[in-house]
């Protein structure tokens, strides 16, 4: 018995490297055959490694492939999870490294880890990703903890720096870039003026993550906290909006005024469209919780789906989906 798993457990770890490393079992079989024609083992040894590995690849086998992505997307949100837990563990890590940093190098690492152990390329993220799956419980984790009494009471101001402030930044970004192209000495000139615009856009919101960490560890204003946050969470949808309006007009073979008209008529259609949309699921959310009293655990899923749902359905008439989550 000592002899046979003596003989089986080589024949494991060689089939294991062999899936891992891209070998086939076939070449392992050929090892042992050498082995057998120095004069190793004798021809009885040959047949017992044949039947052993006939049924090893009934027992054991291993097919990455088949769960590569859940395995992988699983993998990086427990790293995140655990990255996170270490972070709020050790007092000593945030005078040293930011919480944004820390999980940025998580990623760094888990990307690394997925680039080599794969011989083809890493996934790439495009648009579809990001504003249908990782921005939704972004957003829905932003609204659901906020404070929405001091955000109403202060909703004047906190539109006019999420809305006129982020058009400032965007239209000031934009015309200084493009008064930077028209300079000979950068050789860019073929840069229009759109494509500036679009990239002003692109950067023009702030997220001061860094900025609300400091004010709720010295205990700031509660007004200014809430001034901050609330222009935080609505200039994504103003940038959103923006960035495809651009996108729009750069599509275009020319522009007319009646487009530019009906650009700025889409900008406020698409906010207001979205605070309809988020109002609507909002009171189908609440008749509906109305009758959750005796299975109060399925009352988060609620809460999930509708704000995920409203979000698809915005986007889905090109409304904003953040407004409407």
Known sequence: MAHRLGLLLPLLLGQLCSQLLGTSGNSMLHYWNLKAENGSWGSKR????????????????LDYQHVQTPFEITLWIMFASLAKIGFHLYNKIPTVVPESCLLIFVGLIMGGLIYSLNDKSPPVMNSDIFFLYLLPPIVLDAGY????????????????????GTMWNAFGIG????????????????????????????????????????FEEIHVNEKLHILVFGESLLNDA???????????????????????????????????????????????????????????????????????LSYLTAEMFHLSGIVAE
């Open 46 to 61: 040959i047949q017992d490694n044949a039947s052993v590995a006939s049924a090893h690849t009934l027992l054991f086998s």
């Open 238 to 308: 103003v940038t959103v909006v923006l960035y495809k309006l651009f996108k729009s007009f750069s599509e275009m073979p020319s522009i007319k005024s009646l487009d530019i008209l009906a650009g700025i008529g889409k900008f406020f259609l698409v906010g207001i469209g979205g605070i309809f949309i988020g109002l609507l699921f909002g009171m189908i959310a609440a008749f509906t919780t109305r009758f959750t009293k005796t299975i109060r655990v399925i009352e988060p899923l609620f809460v999930f789906l509708y704000s995920y």
């Open 175 to 214: 015309l200084s870039l493009y008064g930077i192209c028209q300079v000979k000495l950068f050789n860019l000139k073929d840069v229009s003026l759109l494509h500036n615009l679009w990239f002003g856009s692109l950067i023009a919101a702030v997220d001061p993550v860094a900025v609300l960490s400091v």
């Open 145 to 164: 903890f906020m404070p929405s009494r001091p955000f109403f009471e202060n909703i004047g101001t906190i539109l006019l720096y999420a809305v006129v």
